[in-house]
Structures are given as structure tokens and as C-alpha cells.
């Protein structure tokens, strides 16, 4: 990572950017919560697994990513608990 900035700040989160390898990368902090969350679809193509995250769940890596998490979080949903959908605008 090089640089984290500021992009945009409301009154619930504070949007982030940075950079990987030259790629740039989002991360929202919501305020209430502190919770940190990262741009999903940022994230793998920085690390050049896919374009998206949809297409990266698409293939045989992103199924396994998929079914590790299942075996060590057996109590949390995939969906709507490591990934949560959200548009940043």
C-alpha cells in the first residue's frame, strides 16, 4: 500500500483510498461502528485474481475461498456476513 486518503467523508462513514501495486483500493470506516470495510471488486483486481468480485466468486479459487470460510465460520453467513453488498457512489 502507498498513500491512504481521504476521498469523501459523511456523517456515517469516511471513504478511503489507496493504492496496491499501482491499483487503487477503497475502504469505508463507519463512524458509529468503527467497522472497517474494503472495496470488494478493488481488492481482487489488485491482486489480479478477477475484474470483479461476482467474477472472482465464479471461479475454482474463489469457490475454495468460499468453503474455507464456511469451515471456519460455521455460524456467520457468507453472504451478508463476510460480504456485504453495498454501491460506493
Known amino acids: 500500500m502507498e ?4 476521498v469523501r467523508e459523511t456523517d456515517q462513514e469516511i471513504l478511503f483510498l489507496d ?10 470506516r463507519n463512524k458509529m461502528t468503527g467497522q472497517i ?3 470488494a ?3 481482487v483486481r489488485a491482486i489480479g485474481s478477477a475484474d470483479s468480485f461476482e467474477e472472482f466468486l465464479a471461479t475454482d479459487k474463489g469457490l475454495d475461498f468460499i468453503n474455507e ?3 471456519e465460520h460455521p455460524n456467520t453467513p457468507f453472504f451478508g456476513g ?5 454501491s460506493i457512489d
Request: no cysteine.
Open 19 to 28: 493504492y496496491f501495486d499501482g491499483t487503487p483500493v477503497h475502504f469505508t
Open 69 to 71: 470460510w464456511k469451515k
Open 3 to 6: 498513500k491512504l486518503t481521504i
Open 82 to 86: 463476510a460480504v456485504i453488498k453495498k
Open 41 to 43: 471488486d478493488d481488492m
Open 37 to 39: 470495510t474494503v472495496n
